[in-house]
């Protein structure tokens, strides 16, 4: 598949100007990169992993004088795109790039999968956190969560609510509220956040779990309710949404994700150059002006914390689909 060039929007665009100044993000050990660098976004443009993609490769491009694409090789939900890196030259110039479901969940929730995480990938960096949040159509009569647990405790069916799909990290946070709150949950998978918002917006569906920036536009339109975060803590982007931990449901922290890694025999001085690379794209201040308007805050954990992450969450999510008897049929 050809790589996708997809043009950047004009903020993203002045946050990348500077990007050829960055000092210590030239070509690193071994001489990275000797050849174009591909990054495999295995979503459609336009979402947060691709524009984190875009964000990386023409960073790369710019400090290195190697050319960079981001190669959106899309479908299998993921599969596609992160198996052609698995079966690409271990050589630091095929990279991935995924969000935290396809890492933690997949491997549990999908049988046969051609891959196995931690033995066909190297972890080089997480780039990106997003906080996820839970919006209500606007004629749902709840404003709170205390009001919402009340609300499903007294239908049978309890209520519904939107997700990008089957076993995604959201689906299995909607999974978790209704095991903590004790109340019945009724899962509506999409294909994506958008036609998901589109139908919560018009009241079809009683909640969406989503992550922020996929929900900022339609929460400060009034189009729908922001009832919580899913994360520990509130968010800059948006101080006046609460968590559901203040909220009275202990225990939940749940973070989109974004992450880099390379096929798993790729050389540890390749893997290092890399990651200080990347490190300096992101921490470039314009950069992570422009990540944060969209509701994206730059992590720079590296490569045995981020391989930490993905086995820990791994753990936690085989739980709580365990619990709910949670399976794809894939």
Not at 26 to 36: F, K, S
Not at 209 to 217: H, R
Request: proline share 8%.
């Amino acid at each position: 598949m050809t790589p996708s060039r997809i043009a950047l929007g004009r903020r993203q665009a002045l946050a990348l100007g500077g990007l050829s100044l960055l000092p210590g993000a030239a070509r690193g050990a071994e001489g990275w990169p000797v050849r174009p660098v591909s990054i495999v976004a295995p979503f459609t443009p336009g979402g947060p992993v691709d524009v984190l993609a875009r964000v990386i490769a023409q960073g790369i491009q710019a400090a290195s004088g190697r050319p960079a694409v981001v190669d959106n090789r899309t479908g299998a939900q993921g599969n596609i795109g992160i198996d052609a890196v698995r079966r690409a030259a271990p050589d630091g110039h095929t990279l991935l790039l995924v969000p935290a479901g396809n890492l933690t969940i997949n491997p549990t929730l999908m049988a046969n999968l051609p891959f196995e995480v931690e033995r066909d990938f190297a972890p080089v960096s997480l780039l990106a956190t997003a906080p996820n949040v839970i919006v209500c159509a606007n004629d749902l009569p709840v404003r709170s969560v205390a009001e919402l647990v009340a609300y499903a405790g007294t239908r049978r069916d309890g209520v519904s609510y939107a997700t990008p799909g089957v076993g995604s990290q959201l689906h299995l946070a909607g999974e978790l509220l209704a095991q903590k709150a004790g109340i019945r949950m009724l899962h509506v998978p999409y294909r994506g956040s958008s036609q998901a918002l589109t139908d919560v917006v018009a009241g079809n569906v009683q909640l969406l779990f989503t992550n922020l920036p996929a929900a900022l536009a339609a929460i400060r339109a009034g189009q729908v309710r922001a009832l919580a975060l899913t994360t520990a803590a509130r968010t800059p982007t948006a101080p006046e949404i609460p968590t559901l931990e203040e909220l009275g449901i202990p225990g939940f922290d749940i973070t989109s994700w974004y992450g880099l890694l390379a096929p798993r025999a790729t050389p540890d001085a390749t893997l290092e150059a890399i990651y200080r690379a990347v490190l300096a794209v992101l921490h470039a201040p314009a950069t992570r002006t422009a990540l944060e308007a969209q509701g994206l805050t730059v992590t720079d954990e590296g490569l045995a914390e981020f391989g930490a992450r993905i086995r820990r969450e791994t753990v936690t999510w085989a739980e709580v689909m365990r619990r709910g008897n949670i399976q794809s049929g894939l």
